[in-house]
């Protein structure tokens, strides 16, 4: 599976990083538009924090691993400048969004705005050593931590104490962010950290007879029979399952590895479409409708999370069944999600049938970090990989 990794990589620097190099650059008010159609054209000027975090990371990210690009260098502290004036509140939280001069749109209620700052400008102060970087990754951490209980605090819908429930979508992303920003914590909070997580996501969350994970439980980690409770995204499961892979070999530990390998082979086969291919977006744990009327798109970042997660479990542990996998989720995605006659970036939305919903390469949700983050993590697992292995572990 080898023979993958030139292909992964040359799409990730020859169409998907020149696209948003060229596209995104506010070089009037600064940061990174997103809002981007199919020819890369700037329909909507709204600045999203949580996709100008992920921005910066994934520049970060390229210097540090695919060798020292100024440009890469100069566009990661683009978007950090237009972050350190515009993206606080006067209590250390990142709004969710701005207008394009930076004034904010939407509060500070979403913590993966918090999430993604952190994780930005971790990787950014890994590949500069401006110290201010560093401090505003630890505090941001620090103000997560303090958050994880209630993180939505006084923006929450939710009435109090009727039907308390708690979100897989952070202890999922900590499991990521723990090791992305490990370089600048004390390694106790690290150690201790991984361990809650871990357990949070392999055992309250996992539930050990359907063998799936939820997307939401009650504090005590017990089901809800409600439209929350019984919310299950296949995407969520096999992405955190690469997060946790990536902590079995920090932790030396083959069993979290398998099972981890188990659980996201149990969420492809529960969220594949029989009938037309690809990943659902949500499903009910008792097959009962679902609430999310996008329930059968077919969405980019489910894809391409799923390549990752497939080629490292090949990488980890030989099986026919990751490649197996691995190449029915690439026959899919390069053909449904590319776009073959514009080039650039990939489209992010379809419907059931595998077509072209909506003609963006960007919006709201979708910026520069899924697609080349898979395919810089598809390329390096595949490249390291030889055709026929023995497991490593």
């Excluded at 939820?214 to 089901?223: H, I, M, Q, Y």
Aim: net charge neutral; aromatic share 16%; with cysteine.
């Amino acid at each position: 599976m080898n023979n993958y990794s030139k292909t992964y990589k040359d799409e990730l620097l020859n169409n998907i990083i020149p696209f948003w190099s060229k596209n995104s650059i506010d070089r009037e008010h600064g940061g990174y538009f997103t809002c981007l159609d199919q020819f890369g054209n700037v329909y909507d000027t709204d600045k999203f924090c949580w996709l100008q975090g992920r921005q910066i990371w994934t520049y970060a990210m390229l210097y540090d691993k695919l060798g020292e690009n100024t440009e890469w260098l100069q566009i990661a502290e683009h978007g950090a400048d237009f972050m350190k004036k515009y993206g606080r509140d006067n209590k250390g939280n990142w709004y969710f969004s701005f207008n394009k001069a930076g004034q904010p749109l939407i509060q500070a209620y979403n913590i993966f705005s918090d999430c993604f700052a952190s994780m930005g400008f971790g990787a950014l102060y890994k590949i500069s050593r401006q110290d201010e970087y560093a401090q505003i990754a630890r505090d941001t951490f620090f103000n997560i931590l303090k958050r994880r209980e209630n993180p939505k605090g006084k923006y929450s819908k939710a009435f109090p104490n009727t039907r308390p429930l708690k979100n897989f979508a952070l202890p999922m992303i900590l499991c990521n962010l723990s090791l992305e920003i490990e370089h600048l914590l004390d390694q106790k909070i690290i150690s201790e950290l991984i361990d809650e997580v871990i357990y949070e996501v392999m055992e309250v969350f996992y539930q050990k007879d359907s063998g799936l994970i939820l997307e939401n439980v009650a504090p005590d980690g017990s089901f809800s029979d409600s439209y929350e409770g019984r919310s299950i995204n296949p995407g969520h499961t096999i992405e955190a399952m690469w997060f946790i892979m990536d902590l079995g070999v920090r932790l030396n530990d083959k069993k979290l590895i398998e099972k981890a390998l188990k659980i996201a082979f149990r969420a492809l086969e529960y969220g594949w479409d029989k009938e037309h291919g690809g990943i659902f977006y949500f499903m009910d744990a008792k097959n009962h409708p679902v609430q999310q009327l996008e329930w059968d798109q077919k969405l980019w970042w489910v894809h391409v999370e799923a390549l990752v997660c497939m080629a490292k479990g090949y990488h980890l542990t030989g099986s026919e069944e990751c490649r197996s996998w691995f190449e029915k989720l690439h026959h899919y995605t390069w053909n449904k999600f590319r776009d073959k006659e514009n080039g650039g970036e990939w489209f992010g939305y379809l419907n059931r049938q595998g077509e072209v919903l909506l003609p963006l390469k960007g919006g709201k949700w979708k910026g520069c970090f899924h697609i080349p983050r898979a395919l810089y993590q598809t390329a390096n697992t595949l490249e390291k990989t030889p055709l026929q292995t023995n497991s490593l572990i």
